[in-house]
């Protein structure tokens, strides 16, 4: 899939991405919009994929991004009692994921970059959604 055939995905995936979609059609910087792009692309390949086994996306709440000052783009999926965001940075190596919770799910916080290897930021994003799903 391309990453501009976002009106081609199922209602449900769309109605995730698009906001995220929106704001990286708005960034100036090639690094961090190739960045958002591929964060992007792969939060839609493990939302289909969890579409197909059965999982029910209409539950989630949209992906929402925001150009930060300093020339990144936060990527937030905010929950009732959690939150999951990825800031992608001018400079690719800087970019991070983190998971934040509160007290009802343990105050979990943990965080770390954002691998430019495409397995391992496979394996971190199907694991966060794995979370998501179960924890919605």
């Known amino acids: 899939m391309k990453h ?4 081609d995905l199922p ?6 991405t698009t906001p995220v979609g ?14 958002a792009r591929r964060i ?17 996306l209409d539950c989630l709440p949209q992906i929402h991004a925001f150009s930060i000052q300093d020339g990144s783009l936060l990527i937030e999926w905010i929950f009732d009692d959690f ?4 800031s992608i940075e001018p400079i690719p ?8 919770s509160n007290a009802k799910l343990g105050d979990i916080s943990v965080a770390g970059h954002i ?6 930021t496979q394996i971190l994003m199907s694991t966060l959604l794995t979370f998501i799903i179960l924890h919605v």
Do not use: C, M, P
């Not at 501009?4 to 009106?7: G, P």
């Not at 209602?11 to 995730?16: A, N, T």
């Not at 992007?40 to 029910?56: H, K």
């Open 11 to 16: 209602l449900s995936v769309q109605y995730l």
């Open 115 to 120: 691998s430019q290897h495409e397995s391992e």
């Open 83 to 86: 939150r999951v965001g990825f």
């Open 93 to 100: 190596s800087e970019s991070s994921w983190y998971l934040v």
């Open 22 to 35: 929106s704001a990286v059609g708005q960034v100036e910087n090639k690094n961090v919009a190739d960045g």
């Open 40 to 56: 992007l692309w792969i939060l839609t390949e493990i939302s289909l994929t969890f579409q197909s086994r059965g999982v029910d």
């Open 4 to 7: 501009s055939d976002l009106r």
